[in-house]
């Protein structure tokens, strides 16, 4: 039996994180690929681009804590997450926010570091 990609596309939709997570580690695994974006060189137009200045960053969670409670009610704050999401993303660590300007980065990282998290901004 064959599924659509809709179908495929609705089932992931009900999976928590985590189990969204696994499924990405399983097909890495399964197919011998990687989920991350490949790197490119090209020369001179490699080196201008990295000299231009970052506008968007990733906020990591590097570690909970001692107060994993404050720092779970500091994710679904930031994120929307319902309390089941942000527990598994608090305790499995990663990825909390993508591509948002360096002030929204630094004051979510402000609001992890005060809830008791270790964080970094990328």
């Known amino acids: 039996m064959s599924l659509s990609n809709d179908q495929i596309v609705e089932a992931i939709a009900t ?3 985590m ?3 696994e499924l990405v580690r399983a097909i ?5 690929v990687s989920a991350a974006a490949p790197v490119a060189a090209a020369g001179p137009a490699a080196a201008a681009a990295a000299v231009e200045e970052q506008t968007e960053f990733t906020v990591v969670l590097k570690a909970a804590g001692e107060k994993k409670v404050e720092v779970i009610k500091a994710v679904r704050a930031i994120t929307g997450l319902g309390l089941k999401e942000a527990k598994d993303l ?3 660590t990663g990825i ?3 591509a948002v300007s360096k002030a ?3 004051k979510f990282k402000k609001e992890l570091e005060a809830a008791g998290a270790t964080v970094e901004v990328k």
């Open 96 to 98: 909390v926010k993508e």
């Open 28 to 32: 890495e695994e399964k197919f011998g």
């Open 15 to 17: 999976k928590t994180l």
């Open 90 to 92: 608090v305790e499995a």
């Open 19 to 21: 189990e969204v997570m």
């Open 104 to 106: 929204d980065a630094d």
